[in-house]
């Protein structure tokens, strides 16, 4: 238990502002077993107690599934330890004294709120052009009818774990989306219910990437990297293949090049 | 005066109410669908389900939520599964049992036709969510996997590793995104509704506070639906997201709907204890832990040895040894009590001496380290994150935390809330779960209310007409509005000295500490007591920073705190009335010698619905008789 003091140096942004500094702060009598963003709770409750203004920060689960949370911490996404989200990253990682940069997760498509908030809502409008089943309630055959092997259900999971925490672009030199819509492609195609919209959906989705102004991928692996749910970068390899299969079996082209 | 509430139960046999039920609820047309506007205030699986499926059926809905994006309500952290009574495992499931399941698991304090429909619907919900893509855990030969959950002797619980409620939510936001860009959905992301707006007596829109702007903005439908989540965060610390409120519920009640049961909450059994004040939440640990897991404290009081160095005769498997036929799965309540006594005797472990083990050595043996780290790899990694001790080698340590709550705003048959129009789903209401929610039963709901009894219940309300157009021009918005931007810039006027985190950490002690697992009349008396005066303190100290008109996430809190200050006393005084122990509600006055909880049947066999009566005004308590035709009452027993 024994307390330390550190030093931050938080990107401050007001809310309608293009530029954005870093500021300088102190907290003290920080806990080893604090998380990070406690500490950010403990340095707020000062600022307010001060008549300053607190930091503005995204979170609401804590424990790493929601995806709201994401800064970037010592110049990584999420902070130095793989696969945790910001919210799972404790103080015992850090020294006594240092000095952390906290900053939000920067891309062109991700335009800042205020300080180190983004808005993230590029990943739902890609989201809507075809990430997912066109199965309406009440329509459902038996869950048992289709058996799908265990392996293809890892595989799906395995890629359905992707919580849109954004990581992966802000990591990205491109600011590519890659990893993040690989994901919910590859976790559909390995299901037999996602068969029938299969290169319509890498299509359209792919579109909708480019549209948003992701940039490309070019296999730098900084978003496997930084990916707390361990995305591989294989699903990438796998979204090509389908979006060419798409291509191929003469899918709305148009659609997807948005011309 | 108090009344007798009508909980407008279909006649006929339990078996058939809900199939006569949908076949007499009047139809809309389909052309005639996009005329009529919906609210749905939130897009977890009980909104977002029902959200997606009014849009399907062509209905013009507007969802809203607090988060940046649908996709991450709360639902996304259930972690263990989902219940439904498909009996694959031939172990002798069936819709009967789930059904006796619950309405025991919930110490005969739910409605019989309610919990009835529940389990009919549960079948249905997994093919449906099969049929979305959802990547269930499947055996090698292709078939659904299931494991056990507590208070049950069956396995039907379906699972996604331990991301259960991440893969149904997406699901449900699957299903949304489709929506949305079939144009039926208009969401609207970090959006926080802060009161509802009644129009001659009838639900007819919401203000709610652009989290990003600031503004205020008025929305008017021809119905609104509350799926806003449970209150755990009352309490402070709990597991559940750090924006999880009573805010949309507690607005509802002051406007008139009547709040069931307020007192019933679920106190967890498996929790990370506590570790310090600097804390905002603690992290669940799920129960399905408890198929392989073993309870245990040493068998002497203040017995600090590492547990490794404690010899087998030296331990206490305390759920072993006094429930015998369930053992470590009984269900929470039980569960969580047995833990605070071993800990209030002194056999607690850890710093505090306010946690118990949790124990993998023996499942660890009998079937190998891959298995146990292919079921609960990921809850072993996120304790050792916390802890930093590996769950593998020492035992776990686990404490008791609030996590649920069962009690919400009163609903009848149809999910309607006592202001017509006003339909309530998920958590939010107190329908399903009387006094006890069983696991693995929440998911169940919300995907039931979601995907199959709002759009039928809310399409049987417009159908049958009656509905004037009322814009957000109204005179009754305006006044709404400015209620709620009184009330807003009086927080941000008080300029006091403690932060709002001072306030929220001082009430959650007092809920802990005297309406929490165990409560008595001097307690409950002292805590009314209490929070009347941090309410009042409130208002004259609390310290809110920056403008009502940016972004400002202290201010959103504020007025969540507000409100929790109202709900504490309101939970309370409902736990006082009910001069009776039953499921998560435990009167240290009433329990058998074993120590176990004693009901009172003759007396308190009612839901509770509470009635705002004016700020200051003691609120009135009505009555819901339950009544059990289909089940035998008994003592529940786990022994
Ligand atoms: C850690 C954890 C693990 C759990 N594990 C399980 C499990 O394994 N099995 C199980 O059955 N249950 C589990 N539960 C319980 C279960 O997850 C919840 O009860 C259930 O998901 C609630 O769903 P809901 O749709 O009612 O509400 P939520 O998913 O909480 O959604 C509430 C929605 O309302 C919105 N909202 C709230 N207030 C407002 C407002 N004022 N304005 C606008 N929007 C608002 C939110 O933004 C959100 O979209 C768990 C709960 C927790 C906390
Ligand atoms: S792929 Fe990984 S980093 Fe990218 S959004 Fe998903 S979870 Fe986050
Ligand atoms: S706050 Fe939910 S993942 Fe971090």
């Known amino acids: 238990m024994s307390e330390m003091t550190i030093h931050l140096k938080i990107w401050r942004q007001a809310r309608g502002e293009a530029k954005g500094r870093f500021v300088d702060y102190t907290v003290e009598k920080v806990l080893p077993e604090m998380s990070f963003l406690e500490t950010l709770d403990l340095l707020n409750e000062e600022l307010t107690r001060q008549g300053q203004q607190p930091v503005e920060f995204d979170s609401d689960c804590r424990e790493g599934i929601c995806g709201t949370c994401g800064l970037v911490i010592k110049g990584t996404a999420h902070g130095p330890n793989p696969k945790t989200t910001t919210c799972e990253v404790r103080m015992r990682h850090f020294r006594d004294g240092e000095t952390i940069t906290v900053e939000p997760f920067r891309a062109g498509p991700f335009p800042i709120l205020k300080d180190l908030v983004v808005d993230r809502t590029a990943f739902d409008r890609i989201q809507q052009q075809g990430g997912f089943v066109a199965a309406n309630v009440g329509s459902a055959p038996d869950g048992n009818a289709v058996p799908i092997p265990k392996l293809d259900a890892d595989k799906a999971m395995d890629a359905a774990s992707c919580i849109g925490c954004g990581a992966c672009v802000a990591a990205c030199p491109n600011a590519s989306a890659s990893l993040f819509v690989s994901a919910k492609i590859s976790q559909l195609s390995y299901l037999p219910q996602g068969g029938p919209e299969r290169g319509r959906r890498a299509l359209l989705m792919i579109g909708q990437m480019d549209r948003e102004g992701f940039g490309d991928c070019s296999n730098h692996g900084e978003c496997e990297a930084v990916c707390p749910k361990e995305i591989s970068i294989e699903n990438i390899a796998r979204m090509r293949r389908e979006f060419f299969k798409g291509a191929l079996g003469g899918h709305d082209r148009k659609a997807a090049t948005g011309d | ?639």
């Open chain 2, 1 to 639: 005066m108090s009344k007798i509430l009508d909980a407008k139960i279909p006649s006929g046999p339990l078996a058939d109410k809900w199939d006569r039920h949908e076949m007499e609820c009047p139809l809309v047309a389909p052309a005639n669908r996009r005329k009529f506007t919906i609210i749905m205030v939130g897009t977890g699986l009980a909104g977002g389900g029902a959200a997606a499926t009014l849009g399907e059926l062509g209905y013009n809905v507007l969802n809203f939520c607090v988060q940046d994006t649908s996709r991450r309500a709360h639902s996304v952290a259930a972690q263990g599964g989902i219940n439904a009574s498909k009996n694959y495992q031939n172990d002798g499931d069936s819709v009967e049992r789930l059904f006796y399941d619950t309405v025991k698991g919930g110490d005969y304090r739910s409605r019989e036709a309610n919990v009835y429909r529940l389990s009919q619907l549960s079948m249905g919900i997994i093919d449906q969510c099969v049929a979305m893509g959802v990547p269930f855990a499947r055996e090698y030969g292709g078939t659904l996997a299931n494991r056990s959950f507590g208070g049950v002797q069956v396995s039907r619980t379906f699972y996604a590793r331990g991301q259960t409620g991440q893969q149904l939510l997406l699901g449900v936001y699957s299903a949304l995104s489709r929506q949305i860009a079939a144009g039926t959905v208009k969401m609207f992301p970090r959006h926080e509704m802060l009161d509802l707006v009644v129009v001659d007596g009838k639900a007819r829109g919401i203000v709610c506070r652009d989290l990003v702007t600031g503004e205020m903005k008025r929305y008017a439908a021809d119905a609104v639906v509350l799926a806003t989540g449970g209150y755990s965060p009352v309490f402070y610390l709990s597991t559940n997201a750090v924006n999880c409120s009573a805010t949309a519920i507690w607005r509802a009640y002051k406007r008139g709907a009547l709040f069931a049961n307020p007192c019933y909450t679920q106190i967890h059994p498996t929790a990370i204890p506590q570790l310090g004040d600097y804390q905002s939440k603690l992290t669940l640990m799920s129960e399905s832990l408890r198929n392989d897991g073993r309870m245990w404290v040493p068998k002497a009081p203040g017995d600090k040895r590492r547990p490794a160095d404690i010899p087998e005769g030296e331990r206490d498997y305390f759920l072993e040894r006094r429930y015998p036929a369930f053992g470590n799965l009984v269900p929470r309540d039980i569960a969580a009590r047995a833990s605070k006594v071993e800990c209030d005797a002194g056999k607690g472990v850890g710093n505090t001496g306010f946690a118990v083990y949790l124990d993998f050595a023996d499942a660890i043996k009998r079937l190998g380290r891959d298995v146990v780290a292919d079921r609960y790899g990921n809850l072993f990694t996120m304790y050792e994150e916390i802890i930093a001790d590996d769950p593998y080698h020492t035992p776990m340590m686990i404490y008791p935390a609030p996590h649920y709550t069962m009690g919400g705003l009163w609903v009848d048959y149809n999910l309607e809330s006592t202001i017509p129009g006003l339909f309530v789903a998920g958590e939010a209401n107190f329908s399903d779960h009387g006094a006890n929610r069983l696991g693995a039963s929440a998911l169940m709901q919300g995907c039931a209310d979601g995907y199959f009894v709002v759009p039928r219940v809310v399409a049987g309300y417009l159908a049958r007409g009656g509905l004037g157009k009322v814009t957000t021009e109204h005179d009754a918005f305006g006044a709404v509005e400015d209620e709620v931007r009184r009330r807003y810039d009086a927080l941000l006027a008080v300029k006091g000295s403690r932060t709002v985190r001072d306030f929220h950490w001082d009430l959650g002690r007092v809920m802990w500490d005297k309406v929490g697992m165990d409560r008595d009349k001097a307690g409950l008396e002292a805590a009314i007591a209490r929070i009347r005066e941090l309410r009042e303190a409130y208002w004259h100290d609390v310290k809110v920073p920056g403008d009502a008109a940016d972004f400002n996430k202290q201010l959103e809190m504020a007025g969540r705190v507000a409100d929790f200050l109202e709900l504490g006393e309101l939970m309370a005084m409902d736990a006082l009335a009910r001069e009776e122990s039953c499921g998560g509600h435990f009167r240290a006055e009433h329990h058998t010698p074993e120590g176990e909880a004693r009901r009172d049947d003759e007396n308190f066999m009612h839901v509770a619905a509470w009635e705002h009566k004016g700020d200051g005004q003691a609120p009135a308590r009505h009555v819901e008789p339950l009544v059990y035709e289909n089940i035998e009452v008994k003592t529940r027993s786990y022994k």
